[in-house]
C-alpha cells in the first residue's frame, strides 16, 4: 500500500515536472518569436532618408551597387568606411541599400537600415577598422545611442544606433539633426523600381535625379 502511495506520488510529481517543463519552453519560444517580430518590423519600417541632417544642400547618393562606387565631385564615395550590407533578412524597399550624403565641405553620413540583431556585429565592425579593435564610448540619448570611436588618426568617429537604423560620420551633428524631409523621402519610393545607384540633387525648389547614374548619358529625371 504504502509503495503504491508512493509511486503515485513520484507520478504526479514527474507530470507536474513535465508540464512545468512545457511552460517554460512555451514561454520562451513566444517571448523569442514575440522579439523577432518586433526586430523585423523596425527593420521594414525605417526611412533612412528621414534621418540625413540638411539634405537639400547636399548630394544624396543611393548606393545599391558597391561593385562601381561612382567618384563625386566632392568627395570619392570609395574613401567612405561603408558598413557591409547584411542580407540575410527578407529584402525591402528600404533594405540593401546605402544613402550617402555628401556636403559642400567634404562632410557626410551614410545612413541605412539594420536589422536589430546586427547592432553589436556593427559596433564591432567598425571597433575593428576604425579603433584597433579598443572598446567605443557609448552615449545614451533621449531616442538613440551613440558610439564614439577613437580613429588611428586620433579623431573621433561616430555611430547612431536605433532600433532599425544605423548612421554614421565623422560629423557628430549630422547624425543628430534630422531633417525629416519626407519629399526626398516620396522620391525614392517612387523610384524603389530602379536598381541602380542614384543621385538625388535639389535644385530650383524641385529634387533632379540621375537614375542610371554608371552610364555616360544618364537618364536625369525632374521631381515636381
Known amino acids: 500500500m504504502r509503495l503504491q502511495t508512493h509511486k503515485r506520488g513520484f507520478f504526479t510529481c514527474s507530470i507536474i515536472a513535465i508540464l512545468l517543463l512545457i511552460g517554460c519552453i512555451t514561454s520562451i519560444c513566444l517571448f523569442y518569436l514575440a522579439r523577432l517580430q518586433t526586430n523585423n518590423k523596425y527593420y521594414h519600417s525605417t526611412s533612412p532618408a528621414l534621418y540625413i541632417s540638411d539634405p537639400r544642400t547636399a548630394h544624396i547618393w543611393e548606393i545599391t551597387d558597391t561593385s562601381q562606387l561612382p567618384f563625386d565631385s566632392l568627395l570619392a ?10 542580407r540575410g533578412h527578407k529584402h525591402q524597399d ?4 546605402y544613402l550617402i550624403a555628401i556636403y559642400p565641405d567634404s562632410t557626410w553620413a551614410v545612413w541605412q537600415s539594420l536589422h536589430p540583431d546586427k547592432t553589436q556585429a556593427t559596433i564591432n565592425y567598425f571597433s575593428k577598422i576604425i579603433s584597433n579593435d579598443f572598446t567605443p564610448i557609448k552615449e545614451e540619448k533621449e531616442n538613440c545611442s551613440i558610439y564614439h570611436f577613437a580613429t588611428h588618426n586620433h579623431h573621433f568617429f561616430h555611430l547612431y544606433t536605433q532600433p532599425g537604423i544605423v548612421g554614421y560620420s565623422y560629423n557628430e551633428h549630422l547624425l ?44 536625369s529625371t525632374e521631381v515636381q
Open 94 to 97: 528600404n533594405t540593401g541599400k
Open 77 to 86: 564615395i570609395s574613401d567612405i568606411p561603408l558598413l557591409p550590407l547584411h
Open 176 to 219: 543628430l539633426t534630422p531633417a525629416n524631409d519626407h519629399t526626398l523621402q516620396q522620391v525614392i519610393e517612387e523610384r524603389k523600381t530602379f536598381t541602380h545607384n542614384t543621385l538625388y540633387i535639389f535644385c530650383n525648389d524641385t529634387w533632379i535625379y540621375d537614375r542610371n547614374i554608371h552610364n555616360t548619358q544618364a537618364d
